[in-house]
């Protein structure tokens, strides 16, 4: 089955500064990658995804980049702000599928 | 309602005891999830309901586990003569599609602690 490595862990950056999060899977029958933002007591939500048939998809201070011949993706915030604080997923699944596969999770801190 | 709704937000019980988590999904959503969420870790996939039937539980961790949702909206987990490994945050998800492929809106979690 599919499975999905998230690094790093852990990331602290300076406010203003870009955070770059990296995952790398394992299907390469899978096509659907969203990225989710988790604050503390509050269950995951959806803040970009990006389908195979694109390579780069960008929404304001968010991008996502993705290469399906070496299987990465990537989560990019410029010009981070205090409320970018939080733990960030990626996921992947296939076409058509119900479930998503996640990361293990990074907790990115944007220090004032 | 505007979310998909989790009751209770969280829940201490004792060893061996039998508890249940209760979803209320987004209005009109047809498809639910649940996933479980261990400290530090992304969410795991347990079963996806599409209308009333179980269409895949493939990720339920073994028979004490078992989830229902009789009239296509809110769905309820049981979980068996809990474990100290039970204890995680439950969530779950509900989407218009059946698919994955456009995202899920989540709740925000049942934290079940077992002591």
């Known amino acids: 089955g599919e499975n999905v490595e998230q690094h790093p862990s852990t990331l602290s950056v300076q406010e203003g500064d870009s955070a770059v999060i990296k995952c790398t899977y394992s299907?390469?029958?899978?096509?659907?990658f969203p990225w989710y933002k988790q604050e503390l007591g509050k269950g995951p939500q959806l803040i970009i995804d990006?389908?195979?048939?694109?390579g780069e998809k960008k929404d304001q201070r968010i991008a996502v980049t993705l290469n399906k011949t070496a299987k990465h993706f990537s989560l990019h915030i410029t010009e981070t702000q205090p409320e970018d604080s939080a733990v960030y997923f990626c996921?992947?699944?296939?076409?058509?599928?119900?479930?998503?596969?996640f990361g293990q999770g990074t907790r990115l801190t944007i220090n004032p | 309602g505007a979310g998909v709704s989790q009751t209770p937000s969280n829940k201490v019980t004792e060893k061996g005891k039998y508890v249940e988590l209760r979803c209320d999904p987004i209005?009109?959503?047809?498809?639910l999830y649940w996933y479980r969420q261990s400290l530090g870790q992304g969410p795991e996939f347990l079963i996806y309901f599409q209308g009333t039937g179980a269409a895949d539980d493939s990720g339920l961790p073994n028979d004490r586990f078992f989830a229902v949702r009789p009239e296509g909206s809110v769905s309820t987990l049981k979980i068996q003569r809990t474990e100290r490994g039970d204890s995680a945050v439950y969530l779950c998800?509900?989407?218009?599609?059946?698919?994955?492929?456009?995202?899920?809106?989540f709740g925000s979690g049942t934290r079940l602690t077992v002591v």
């Open positions: 299907d390469s029958a899978s096509n659907y």
């Open positions: 998800a509900s989407s218009l599609t059946g698919t994955a492929n456009y995202g899920y809106t």
């Open positions: 209005s009109g959503h047809t498809a």
């Open positions: 990006i389908r195979s048939n694109v």
């Open positions: 996921a992947a699944s296939r076409e058509g599928a119900q479930k998503l596969v």
